[in-house]
């Protein structure tokens, strides 16, 4: 378990400090279960919510490494960490970062049983980068996984991520966004791509401040209820802002 505060707000990584995939972009360690410990540690859940609680947090983020190992993706550890939380913490918001569980619906739907507030599943880069940004996950993958949150659950508000600077064009971003709109997503996070550690991938681009405020107008006229756009916007960092301002916000256009 992992853990990031800011203001009332954290992050908690969980499923383990390994993943099964090799992003890119992503400087988490990787590992095979063939070769590493990869059981699930039963407590975590529950470790997860004593920490929220003892911190006082009015709203908490789980995320996860990728667990393709694991029959359900990890969907069951993922649904209990929640349940728990909820349950130490019942006034606060709760926010799910998921993989896409290889597009086992089923395993999304375990989460969204679970009860959080806020669905998050990042696109993370146009279509055309795919193979090379995210080699082991597929786009059309990822929308389903986005619409099918929408659709199951359609008072927990969606949102998705992606980053800017890998090499990207405008027309592709603006593509991105309308597929992820058409998927019935609420809200997207817009931030620029910084590599993490010399093994990354390198940056392509530095975008201006001009062209992420032209990516959150594209996107609100797309009928997003809120994009947020930004240099340092990141898909969980200042979440519970990003939340209410959501939240608030008209409802979305058709």
Known sequence: MHECFHRGAATFMILGNLCTRGCGFCSVPKGSPAKHEFA?????????????ARMQLRYVVITSVNRDDLEDGGSRHFAETVREVRSALPNARVEVLTPDFCGDLKAVA?????????????M?????LY???RPQADYRQSLHVLEFAKHYRGDVLTKSGLMVGLGEEPAEVHELLRD???AGTDVATIGQYLQPTRRNL???????????DAYRDFGLGAGFRMVFSGPFVRSSYMADLVSEKASAAPELRA
């Not at 375990?110 to 507030?117: M, S």
């Not at 390198?202 to 992420?212: A, C, D, I, K, M």
């Open 40 to 52: 699930l540690d039963p407590f975590e859940p529950s470790h997860v919510a004593d920490m929220a």
């Open 110 to 122: 375990r989460v969204l049983d679970a009860g959080p507030h806020v669905f998050n599943h990042n």
């Open 124 to 128: 993370e880069t146009i279509r055309r």
């Open 131 to 133: 193979r090379r940004v």
């Open 180 to 182: 992820v709109r058409a």
């Open 202 to 212: 390198r940056v392509s681009e530095y975008v201006t401040p001009e062209q992420f």
